[in-house]
């Protein structure tokens, strides 16, 4: 939470320069509260892994989250048991006359197969252009992230010619920018996906901003519209045994998959996973949830619609 300082004190000043979060007294008295509502569309397989996950991290804030969860009603999930999907899940439909504060839509194992050939696509496609006027913010992770961009921006996804597995450095971008407050200059994000976008075709549209990048793993974080379309390529959100589980699933089919990259120690699989994502997650979804949902969204949520 930000702290509450007199208007004219001088460490104001200073506290901005050095991208310190802080509330003008008069901004905070006028201030109103409530609880953020935000919506999660689950495109993962297990979807009560995937849930877990973001709900881990979303609650990991002073600040009080509503959520709904909502599944593709054109596509019957195969590894969710009905049971689960029709207590705590509800469709598109269902929810499309409401207002959120925030949306995370999440990856899918569909990211080889072109997005109009995805069995679900033509109804993600109509919840992406919803977002545009019903969401404050909306957070897209890894294959949704892809779908996103090419959706909203013709932004290509290609294939790479090996899996990007593994957990990958990257370096912090701006201090500036809101989303990485608090970051080390260098932090780490898990990766696993058979696709990538490149950075050239993200510069070449004017609405996109390029926050970050890995050498190796390629772009990272992309946001249009001041933070109203965030686009992540990477799992911060993952378990520590996430890769693990994802490695000895295809070992065991027989597919071809290399260990996954700096996640054992010696990329030994006889070893102990070392875990260097998790603060960076922690971050990366507080300073969405607080600087880009919280502090700007409005108390009134029924205007989005009109916008």
Known sequence: MPIKIPDQLPAADILDKENVFFMREDRAYHQEIRPLRILILNLMPTKVSTETQLLRLLGNSPLQVDVDLVYTASYQPKNTPEEHLLKFYTTFDEVKDNRYDGCIITGAPVEQMPFEDVAYWPELARILEWTKHNVFSTLHICWGAQAGLHYHYGVPKHDLPEKMFGVFLHNRPDTHVKLFRGFDDIFYVPHSRHTTVLRKDVLAVPELSLLSESDESGVYLVSAQHGRQIFVTGHSEYDPYTLKSEYDRDVAK??????????????????????????????????????YVYQETPYDLSGLGAE
């Open 254 to 291: 027989g597919l071809p998959i290399s260990v996954p990259k700096n996640y054992y120690p010696d990329d030994d699989p006889t070893k102990e996973p070392v875990i260097r994502w998790r603060a960076h997650a922690n971050l990366l979804f507080a300073n969405w949830l607080n600087y």
